[in-house]
C-alpha cells in the first residue's frame, strides 16, 4: 500500500504539466518541461526536481523565457543542426530536434546539435540518457553564469559548466554521468552560509583570491573547479565550445544579461552524438559488447558507476511512487490553483 | 653565439630523421615521427622529447611496430573518416589523413578521424594544435595502459587516459590543453620509488585498495585519476569512446597484448574536429573573436594558459636553439652511428 504522500511518476508528470500549460505554456513545450523536472523527482535529484518549478515560473513572470516559444529546426543534411528555442525552455527545443540528431549520427556516424537562445535550468542526463537509449554515445555541454574562477585566477569568469556523457548499455539503463565542472554547487556554499559553518578547502577563494573556508568570502570571491588546472581546463573548453563557438553567451555574458543571479540563465547548449556502429563497422568488433567488458569489470571490483544511484532511485520510484513531503504538495497546489500568483504569496 | 651545446630545431629534425630512415622506416614516416619528437624537445617537454628515442627503437627491435607501414586512409565522404596504420606509428597515419579531416569539417562542420592498429607514444597536443592551425576546434583522447583504478575501486583498469583539447587563436599560438586523466604519470612514480622518497597523498593505492604514499606499494597496487569520481568518469568515457566505440583496444587489452609495459603501448585514437565557423554562422557573431574575450580575460586575471610555458619555450628554441646535454648528443651520435645495435651497447 502507497503512504500517504507517495504520488506515482505519471500522476506528479499530468500535475506538473498542468501548471505550465496553466501559465500560458504552449502545451508541447509543458510536457517537455514537466518531462524533466518529473524526471530529476523520480531520480531524487532534488535540485532538479519539483524544486525547480518556482525558479521555471519566476523567469516567466519577469518575462525572461517565452512560453509561447516554438522551437525552429535549421537543418541543411549536414552534421550540425540547430533548433532555435527563441527564447523558451532549452528542453522542448531538444526533443523537437532529438529525431533528426539521431538520424544524421546514424547516417553520417557523428552528429552535433546546436540548440540555440534557450533558458536552461535542467541537468544535461536527460540529453544524453535518451541518445544512448536510440543507441548512440553522446555528450552534453552548456555554460551557465560566471562564478568560477579559473585555476591560478581570483575573478569569477567560467561558469560551473555542466559536462554530460552518455553511452549506451543493453540492459535497463546506459552509462550516463552529468557534473559541475565547478567543485560545488553555489547552492552548496549558500546552505553552508546560512547553517554558519565553514565550507570545505578547496572550494573557493575570496575576493584577495585567497583559498577561504568563510562562505560569505567565498560567494563574495570565486568558486574554484574540480581537478585543479586540469578542471579549469575543461570548463574553459565548455566556455569557447558551447558559448564563443555557437555565437551564444559564455557564462559572464549570461550573467550581465540576466543582470544577476536571481533568475535562471538563458544561453545555448551543444550536444555531439555518435554512433557506435558506424565507428567500429571496419573493426568487425560490436563496440557496445566491447564496453560492456570496461562497465562490468567497474562494477565486479565494488566501484560505483556514475548514475547508479539516480537509477536505483529511479526503479523504486516506478515502483512504489514518488515520495514528496506535505510542504511539496502544498506549493503543488498552490501552484495549480494560482499560477503565476503563487509567487507573490 | 649559440652555446657549445646548442643544436637549431632544422639540424635536430635532420638527425632524428636520420636515425629513423637508418633503422628501416619509410620516409614519410621517419618525417612524421622525427617531428613529433623533436616538437617535444623544442618544447621542453622533455619526456616526450629525444628522451622517446629509445623507445621507438625498442618497439622497432622487438618487431612490434612496423616500420615500413603504409597508412591506408578509408574514407566514403560520410563525417567519419578512417586511417589505418598497419601497426605503425600513430603520427604519420595522423598526417596522412590530415587534410580530408579538415576538408570535410570544413564541409560538414563537425568530423571524426579514427586511427586504427597503430603504436603510440606521443603527447596528443601535436593533433589539436595543427587542426587548431587549420582554424578547426579540436578534440583527441586515447586510452593507454591499464595502470588506473576506477574511482571507489582498487584494481588497475583504465589507462593514464590523456585528453586534448585545441582552439584557434588569431596570434602565433592557439589555445592547447593536454593532460593525462591520472593525477601524475607512472614515471614519477617510478623517480619517487628510486630516490627513495614517498608519493604525495592522493596519487594511488596499495592492492588492497587503501590510499597510499609508498611508491613501492603504488605501483604494486593503482594509480588514480585526477579529480575523484569526475576524473574517474572521464577516463571511462576515454576508454568507451577511444576504445571500445572504435572496436581497438581499450587500456587492458593493449597491456595484455604487449605483455608488459616494456614497450610502448599499440591501441587506436579519436580525433574530433569542429569549425567554429560553420557551427556560429547563424549567430552573426565571430567564434574566434568571442573565444578571445574570455581566454584575454582569464590572462588579465594573472591566471596562466594550458601551454603558455610551452610556447614560451618554443618561441625560445627557435631563436636560439635547442640545448642538450653531453648525454643526450652522445647518444644522438650512437643511434646515429649503429641504429638498432645501439641498444645492446
Not at 559488447?289 to 523504486?316: C, D, H, V, W
Request: proline residues 6%.
Amino acid at each position: 500500500m502507497a503512504e500517504p504522500n507517495m504520488i506515482s511518476y505519471e500522476a506528479l508528470l499530468a500535475r506538473v504539466e498542468t501548471i505550465f500549460t496553466t501559465v500560458g505554456v504552449l502545451p508541447a513545450a509543458a510536457k517537455a518541461v514537466a518531462k524533466v523536472i518529473v524526471a530529476g523527482e523520480r531520480d531524487h535529484c532534488k535540485s532538479h526536481g519539483i524544486y525547480r518549478l518556482e525558479g521555471c515560473l519566476r523567469v516567466l513572470a519577469a518575462g525572461k523565457v517565452n512560453p509561447e516559444a516554438l522551437p525552429e529546426i535549421h537543418d541543411a543534411g549536414a552534421s550540425v543542426i540547430e533548433v532555435d528555442a527563441k527564447g523558451g525552455f532549452s528542453n522542448p527545443a531538444f526533443y523537437a530536434a532529438r529525431e533528426v540528431l539521431v538520424a544524421r549520427a546514424r547516417k553520417h556516424g557523428i552528429a552535433a546539435l546546436v540548440i540555440r537562445d534557450c533558458l536552461h535550468f535542467s541537468a544535461l542526463w536527460h540529453d544524453v540518457e535518451a541518445l544512448a537509449e536510440d543507441g548512440l554515445a553522446a555528450l552534453s555541454m552548456c555554460p551557465s553564469y560566471a562564478f568560477v574562477a579559473p585555476a591560478g585566477g581570483k575573478e569569477p569568469l567560467l561558469g560551473t559548466n555542466p559536462f554530460a556523457f552518455g553511452w549506451p548499455r543493453p540492459g535497463a539503463f546506459p552509462y550516463v554521468f552529468d557534473f559541475a565542472t565547478s567543485v560545488a554547487a553555489r547552492g552548496e556554499i549558500e546552505l553552508h552560509r546560512r547553517a554558519g559553518k565553514p565550507i570545505p578547502e578547496g572550494w573557493a577563494v575570496d575576493a584577495d583570491g585567497h583559498p577561504t573556508t568563510d562562505p560569505e568570502a567565498a560567494l563574495g570571491g570565486a568558486m574554484l573547479t574540480f581537478g585543479g588546472h586540469k578542471g579549469s581546463a575543461i570548463s574553459t573548453m565548455v566556455e569557447l565550445l558551447a558559448g564563443a563557438m555557437l555565437g551564444e553567451f559564455m557564462s559572464k555574458e549570461a550573467l550581465d544579461f540576466m543582470g544577476g543571479t536571481d533568475l535562471l540563465p538563458r544561453h545555448g547548449a551543444l550536444v555531439l552524438a555518435l554512433d557506435p556502429r558506424v565507428f567500429a563497422a571496419r573493426s568487425g568488433r560490436d563496440p557496445i559488447a566491447e564496453g560492456e567488458k570496461l562497465l562490468t569489470a567497474i562494477g565486479a571490483q565494488g566501484a560505483r558507476l556514475p548514475s547508479e544511484r539516480r537509477f536505483a532511485a529511479r526503479a523504486k520510484a516506478m515502483a512504489e511512487g514518488i515520495a514528496l513531503s506535505e510542504a511539496e504538495l502544498a506549493q503543488l497546489d498552490r501552484f495549480e490553483r494560482l499560477g503565476l500568483d503563487a509567487l507573490k504569496a
